[in-house]
T-cell receptor, first 112, second 114 residues
Framework: NAGVMQNPRHLVRRRGQEARLRCSPM?????VYWYRQLPEEGLKFMVY????????ESGMPKERFSAEFPKEGPSILRIQQVVRGDSAAYFC??????????FGQGTRLTVV | GDSVTQMEGPVTLSEEAFLTINCTYT??????LFWYVQYPGEGLQLLLK?????DKGSNKGFEATYRKETTSFHLEKGSVQVSDSAVYFC?????????????FGTGTKLQVIP
């Protein structure tokens, strides 16, 4: 059973471009969580999705950020018109529904 | 709201030294408590957990005991190795609600030198 797969591992974008981060959960997991880790900080919850539904997006900025988890395919975190402050590591975690989750290796976004 | 407080790092130890990383929490009810480890360039991996008071979680020589009276979950290891160099995160999950309610500490960086 493969772990949580995130890609790309590293992503460089110029200011104003769009960033798309992908997360394939573990087999059988229908819950996906996205976190952001700023340098020297802990993980901050962004959004929680189940298949085709956003359950909780209370940690996600209202503008420029969106997330989806379609019936088929990976979960996508999309950042439009990126700014330097979006530079961070973005982690995805998946869960079968219990209070425990498995993390991917993260996508390190650098905005130049 | 829930919160987790960890000792600040970095912590630098010589190989075979004793390790303690302090973690205290504030939460309503009886949360589950976790320690995660993040090796350089990697995601978080669950190291150990405890789900009720006085439980002891253990894995790879690391231990932590859920102390409700002191609201603490300190991480310990008797003899650290260079390969233990990583960032360690304490976290809590409330009884009710999903994983999105998990609160992470800010992490403690451990560096073990030969």
């Amino acid at each position: 059973n493969a772990g949580v797969m995130q890609n790309p591992r590293h992503l460089v974008r110029r200011r104003g471009q769009e960033a798309r981060l992908r997360c394939s959960p573990m087999k059988g997991h229908s819950h996906v969580y996205w976190y952001r880790q700023l340098p020297e900080e802990g993980l901050k919850f962004m959004v929680y999705l189940q298949k085709e539904n956003i359950i909780d997006e209370s940690g996600m900025p209202k503008e420029r950020f969106s997330a989806e988890f379609p019936k088929e395919g990976p979960s996508i975190l999309r950042i439009q018109q990126v700014v330097r402050g979006d530079s961070a590591a973005y982690f995805c975690a998946s869960s079968p529904g219990q209070p425990e989750a498995f993390f991917g290796q993260g996508t390190r976004l650098t905005v130049v | 709201g829930d919160s987790v407080t960890q000792m600040e790092g970095p912590v630098t130890l010589s190989e075979e030294a004793f390790l303690t990383i302090n973690c205290t929490y504030t939460a309503t009810g009886y949360p589950s408590l976790f320690w995660y480890v993040q090796y350089p360039g990697e995601g978080l991996q669950l190291l150990l957990k405890a789900t009720k008071a006085d439980d002891k979680g253990s894995n790879k020589g690391f231990e932590a005991t859920y102390r409700k009276e002191t609201t603490s979950f300190h991480l310990e290891k008797g003899s650290v190795q260079v390969s233990d160099s990583a960032v360690y995160f304490c976290a809590l999950s409330p009884r009710s609600g999903g994983y999105q309610k998990v609160t992470f500490g800010t992490g403690t960086k451990l560096q073990v030198i030969p």
